[in-house]
């Protein structure tokens, strides 16, 4: 069974930082278009960014100028590192990996941005 293991979530000031780490097997990571989401309370799931496997990125605009997607290809892991976050931003945060055939989730990682 695939699994893509996050970690790094918790608790950040408002104009803190943070930074969510997703871990995919090789065989998944090296050709899938990876990407973190988010549902806030009572808001439906979100694309916050997206990394292809040769680097491109795109931002939801609420995030942009705050929040970096980037992928480590020798350690199969995604990161969002996560700068100057709003209460706003206070979600679950789900990494995803799509690929031409399906595409897998992770369980999930809370975020909770204080005021």
């Known amino acids: 069974q695939v699994q893509l293991v996050e970690s790094g979530g918790g608790l950040v000031q408002a104009g803190g930082s943070l930074r969510l780490s997703c871990a995919a097997p090789e065989i998944i990571f090296s050709i899938a278009l990876m990407g973190w989401y988010r549902q806030g309370p009572g808001k439906q799931r979100e694309l916050v960014a997206s990394?292809?496997?040769?680097?491109?990125?795109n931002y939801v605009d609420s995030v942009k100028g705050r929040f970096t997607i980037s992928r480590d290809n020798a350690k199969n892991t995604v990161y969002l590192q996560m700068n100057s976050p709003k209460p706003e931003d206070t979600a679950v945060y789900y990494c995803?990996?799509?690929?031409?055939?399906?595409?897998?989730w992770g369980q999930g990682t809370q975020v909770t941005v204080s005021s």
């Open positions: 990394i292809s496997s040769g680097g491109s990125t």
């Open positions: 995803a990996a799509r690929t031409g055939w399906r595409d897998y």
